[in-house]
């Protein structure tokens, strides 16, 4: 059974991720989608622009920091989002797509907490779906839906948070390399 990943569950230690203006992501970079019916999470990949999934963004009475926020673009899940209030800082992307047995880190808002939360995972293959799996001592949480799956190592997004199955342990992630965003790879 696959669960969306929209909870209690400790805070866990940020790793850093890198920023296109080299700050490290602090509030207006990894943001909370707060919903009338639950919450999930968004990142910055440009001033204006950020990117999330559609089972967050199209639930009724979305905001990003208090404020409304338009879907500019949508695909199966991958949903690219534009906010009025322009940020100087945002995520790096990775378009090369997820490599088996490397380690990532998915990073949200679990369970509708207020602090960002990071889960340690390794990739195990593609799903039948062209979704990636990993695995990890924990999976993605509800509330972390939307959120940037990095590259541990260079600290570069690779995918969106999509879904979990509790049961066998693995996270999906949906890749950047098949969206707008990566549009030559």
Not at 12 to 38: F, L, N, R, W, Y
Not at 110 to 116: H, I, K, Q, T, V
């Amino acid at each position: 059974m696959r669960a969306l990943a929209l909870v209690p569950l400790m805070a866990m230690t940020a790793h850093p991720v890198s920023t296109e203006s080299g700050i490290q992501p602090v509030g207006d970079v990894i943001v909370k989608v707060d919903c009338t019916a639950g919450s999930g999470t968004a990142f910055r990949v440009g001033p204006t622009e950020l990117i999330s999934v559609a089972h967050v963004a199209t639930m009724a009475g979305c905001t990003i920091n208090g404020a409304p926020f338009t879907i500019t673009y949508r695909h199966g899940d991958f949903t690219a989002l534009k906010v009025e209030k322009p940020s100087d800082a945002w995520l790096k992307i990775d378009c090369s797509g997820f490599l088996p047995r490397h380690h990532y880190i998915a990073y949200g808002f679990a369970r509708g907490l207020d602090s960002e939360t990071s889960v340690d995972l390794t990739a195990l293959g593609l799903s039948q779906d062209g979704e990636a799996m990993l695995i990890g001592v924990f999976e993605a949480q509800p509330g972390q839906s939307g959120g940037p799956v990095v590259d541990a190592g260079s600290g570069e997004v690779v995918g969106t948070v999509n879904a979990a199955n509790w049961e066998a342990g693995v996270s999906f992630s949906t890749p950047l390399q098949d969206t707008k965003l990566c549009p030559h790879s």
